[in-house]
């Protein structure tokens, strides 16, 4: 099993104080805010102005981007100062779905600490509050053939406004867009997300624009997905960090068995082993199957990389893809 690491870099602002009095009382003093229910799961979007996204994106600007992940370190802060508390498992838990992907168009390869690029993988570029930031993301099956998954806090400030400027860049390798930059035409969140913040639904959508007539299924392949499933199992995460010890320019992955987040219970979130740090936010997770043509990248995209605790943080954290996931991706998928 490979090792790995979380992705929120700056969770070192999380003072020690914080961490020891809320696992001492439970959770903050403040009053918990009202969470959404999630037997009526709600959905928010925004449609993209048809601005020249990708010519925007320069080799200066994409290195230059700040890693995500300090916009998922201020929601989990934000949440444990709040006391926002999380649905239970027995609420977001619906009947569970699998839709299969189509194939990509790129040999398998073999599972390391450091991977070669896979085309339905990459970068995702994005401007929030001014500011330029950088995540990860994955094509997904869909009927529009056009839906990139990626983490709530790289489409939306959680709560907040939509990002601009969003473009996904697949197979993304030492500042080079083989496979095209593609402009997001619409973003989707959960309104858990984008109205609450809550980091249990942190994951987002964008569907993109072609290119030169092409959709981008047809260009890099789209991961299948799955949702409502059991806990605990074992999963393979990709992303591209950046802080020390990578560069943030070549594919990282990790697997390992989930775990429950023994900090903070309430966000009921799950982890995995992992080692990576700030820009691997909104890197697919993959259930690893019993054949070979379910495993690695292979395998049914069931989470995001979300979080974790510092720089040297050794678990990736990533939310539970129950019902309210399934319907933001669903309206994601069928959109125009």
């Known amino acids: ?20 009095a809320l696992s001492a009382a439970g959770g903050a003093t403040a009053a918990p805010a009202k ?7 709600q959905v928010t979007s925004t449609a993209v102005s048809n601005s020249p996204t990708d010519q925007y994106w320069t080799p200066e600007r994409m290195r230059a981007a700040v890693p995500g992940d300090v916009l998922a370190d201020k929601a989990v802060a934000r949440q444990i100062n709040t006391g926002l508390s999380a649905t239970s498992d027995i609420a977001e838990r619906g009947s569970s ?11 398998q390869q073999a ?11 990459g970068k995702v570029f994005f401007t929030m509050a001014g500011a330029n930031y950088v995540c990860s993301g994955n094509s997904v099956v869909s009927e529009n053939k056009s839906t990139v998954a990626t983490a709530g806090h790289c489409v939306n400030d959680g709560p907040g406004a939509f990002a601009k400027n969003f473009v996904f860049v697949p197979g993304y390798v030492d500042g080079t867009a083989p496979l095209g ?72 992955s990790c697997t390992g068995k989930a775990g429950t987040d023994a900090i903070n219970p309430q966000f009921k979130t799950q982890g995995i082993p992992c080692d990576m740090t700030g820009g691997s936010s909104g890197g697919p997770w993959f259930i690893q199957g019993a054949t070979d043509a379910e495993r690695d990248s292979n395998g049914y ?36």
């Open 35 to 41: 969470t959404q229910d999630s037997g009526q799961p």
């Open 181 to 252: 930059k593609w402009p997001a035409k619409k973003l989707y969140a959960p309104s858990q997300w984008s109205k609450l913040g809550n980091i249990q639904y942190d994951t987002g959508f964008a569907v993109v624009a072609q290119l030169d007539g092409q959709s981008l299924a047809d260009v890099v392949g789209a991961s299948g997905v799955q949702f409502n499933q059991p806990r605990g199992m074992t999963y393979t995460s990709y992303g591209y960090p950046a802080a020390v010890p990578f560069t943030g320019q070549t594919l990282v």
């Open 111 to 121: 599972l390391h600490t450091d991977v070669a690029p896979i085309n339905h993988i």
């Open 97 to 107: 779905t699998k839709i299969a992907g189509t194939p990509a168009m790129v040999t």
């Open 1 to 20: 099993m490979t090792r790995k690491k979380t992705l929120a870099t700056s969770l070192l602002s999380l003072s020690t104080g914080l961490m020891l």
């Open 301 to 336: 995209q069931n989470s995001i990389n979300s979080y974790g605790y510092g720089t040297r943080s050794t678990t990736m954290f990533g939310p539970y893809w129950g019902q309210t996931i399934e319907k933001v991706y669903k309206n994601a998928s069928s959109a125009g």
